[in-house]
């Protein structure tokens, strides 16, 4: 008998494009949505994004709440929750990077609310997703939360936003190639739950961002657009697959460990495209796609050095050594590399000398 069931939760709106911003409230109402938002945002996305939102609800006479957070911890989603309560809101709107959306979704699932996202930067591809990323002590959770019901990404304000901000975007996509890799791989040997559907739409999401890697340029909105659309896509893909494996594989791992060595270190997007490259080589040796990586990454601006991401060699290597450690996700790093191996695989790619 035929048993299998799958739940894809989706989007039903998503608004892209020039000035998009002021349609949030029409949005809402398209969605039926009543009572009071509480933006959820961080402190530069606030100036740039949540309090004009804020304002277009004022005029449409809908009191707003606002809460600002400042780090990508489930205190935050605590702090939330809290002042929803506490604010007597009916649904969400996620206004900021990757970590204000998804403390916002995280929230909005454990109240059982709607969630908008508001993209201020085209940093990541977690603003579709149903997927929240989340540091606690040596971990580093994926956990599962409300996937958006609408996305409004204004392209005006993502292409104002910082450029180094939409190269992290591309380099979050472009290391989908590794992590589908990552994905094949632990699902010949351990027999992991498999969407090639979902394999497809990421890798097909990374080859398009490539082939039209010369669109993407600074001050150019299109190339605001481009990203956009490949990171909605991505997303996607990790909705269908319920999981984020579509888009994190070890080069993930690395980027998180990298966090936790290094609170202060490069953007989640550099530091998962450097990852891509050393797993690729892993993957495939000399002659598989870790220069293909690193050049596509070159070409967008993006960093393909450890110097580039500002991070020390010592730091890489351990990350290099200890990410399997990070949760339980099997990939081409297996039981973990030894330091030889790790030094072998960064000199080789060029991320350290
Ligand atoms: N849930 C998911 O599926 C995914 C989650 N993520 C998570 O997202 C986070 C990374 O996202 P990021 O956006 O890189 O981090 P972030 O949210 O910290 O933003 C990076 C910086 O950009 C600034 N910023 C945002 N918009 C701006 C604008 N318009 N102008 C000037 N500055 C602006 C922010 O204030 C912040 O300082 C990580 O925690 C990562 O794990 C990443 C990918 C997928
Ligand atoms: O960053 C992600 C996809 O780009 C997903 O994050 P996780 O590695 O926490 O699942
Ligand atoms: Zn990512």
């Not at 939102?53 to 929750?81: C, H, K, L, M, N």
């Not at 085209?122 to 939360?145: K, L, M, Q, Y």
């Amino acid at each position: 008998m035929f048993e299998k069931s799958t739940w894809i939760r989706l989007p039903r709106n998503v608004v892209v494009g020039h000035g998009v911003r002021s349609s949030v409230v029409e949005v809402v109402d398209d969605l039926h949505l009543q009572g009071r938002p509480l933006l959820v945002t961080s402190p530069t996305p606030r100036e740039v994004a949540a309090d004009p939102v804020a304002a277009d609800f004022e005029a449409a006479g809908i009191d707003p709440a606002i809460v600002t957070i400042e780090t990508a911890t489930f205190d935050s989603v605590e702090r939330v929750i809290e002042t929803a309560e506490a604010e007597e809101v009916s649904y969400l709107v996620g206004v900021g990077g990757g970590k204000a959306i998804d403390i916002a979704k995280m929230a909005s699932d454990h109240l059982e609310m709607g969630f908008l996202s508001v993209p201020t930067a085209a940093s990541h591809d977690g603003i579709v997703s149903n997927r929240g990323s989340v540091p606690e002590g040596d971990t580093r959770h994926s956990v599962a939360a409300e996937p958006p019901l609408a996305v409004v990404a204004d392209t005006e304000i993502l292409a104002e936003a910082p450029w180094e901000l939409t190269t992290a975007g591309c380099a979050d996509i472009i290391s989908n190639y590794t992590a589908v890799m990552d994905w094949r791989l632990a699902t010949r040997l351990k027999d992991v739950e498999y969407s090639e559907y979902a394999a497809a739409l990421s890798e097909m999401t990374a080859e398009i961002l490539v082939d039209n890697a010369d669109l993407i340029r600074p001050g150019l909105e299109e190339s605001a657009w481009v990203v956009t659309k490949a990171l909605m896509s991505s997303g996607v893909a990790m909705s269908i697959a319920d999981s984020s494996r579509p888009a994190s594989g070890a080069e993930h791992l690395f980027s998180h460990q990298l966090d936790r060595l290094e609170p202060n270190g490069a953007l989640h997007g550099h530091q998962v495209g450097v990852g891509s490259i050393m797993t690729a080589y892993l993957h495939g040796g000399e002659d598989g796609v870790w220069r293909d990586i690193r050049d596509a990454l070159a070409s967008i601006d993006a960093p393909t050095t450890a110097a580039e991401l500002g991070i020390d060699d010592e730091t890489v290597i351990e990350a290099l050594t200890t990410c399997h450690e990070i949760r339980d996700r099997y990939t081409i790093l297996g039981d973990g590399m030894n330091e030889r191996a790790a030094h072998e695989v960064a000199r080789k790619t060029g991320v350290i000398d």
